[in-house]
């Protein structure tokens, strides 16, 4: 069974920077599609940045292009996501999402989430 753990976030300054991490147990993390989302308080969850099976396909949301990126490591089955530059607006929890065939951020697509963690840049 697929499990999925995110950890890294925390309170940060504006203009400071985060690296959120996503552990993957119980599969070969090279089969599936991982993707980040958010969710802001009274607000939906969407999509921040998705990164395909080997890492040569990756979309941003627009909101977070030139600042944040996303990678994987298949060896050590794990994600990343490294923020920097953050804003108020970037507060929110995130969550690390997985589908084997998926790809983009449609979020009744991911078969698999983790708990979340939390990311609060005061304003």
């Known amino acids: 069974q697929l499990q999925l753990v995110e950890s890294g976030g925390g309170l940060v300054q504006p203009g400071g920077s985060l690296r959120l991490s996503c552990a993957v147990s119980?599969?070969?993390?090279?089969?599936?599609?991982i993707a980040w989302f958010r969710q802001a308080p009274g607000k939906e969850r969407e999509g921040v940045a998705c990164?395909?099976?080997?890492?040569?396909?990756?979309t941003y949301a627009d909101s977070v292009k030139g600042r944040f990126t996303i990678s994987r490591d298949n060896a050590k089955n794990a994600a990343f996501l490294q923020m920097n530059r953050l804003s108020p607006e970037d507060t929110g929890i995130y969550y690390c999402?997985?589908?084997?065939?998926?790809?983009?951020?449609?979020?009744?697509?991911?078969?698999?989430w983790g708990q979340g963690t939390q990311v609060t840049v005061p304003s």
């Open positions: 119980g599969v070969n993390l090279d089969d599936y599609v």
């Open positions: 990164i395909s099976h080997r890492g040569t396909s990756i």
């Open positions: 999402a997985a589908d084997r065939l998926g790809y983009g951020f449609q979020i009744a697509m991911y078969d698999y």
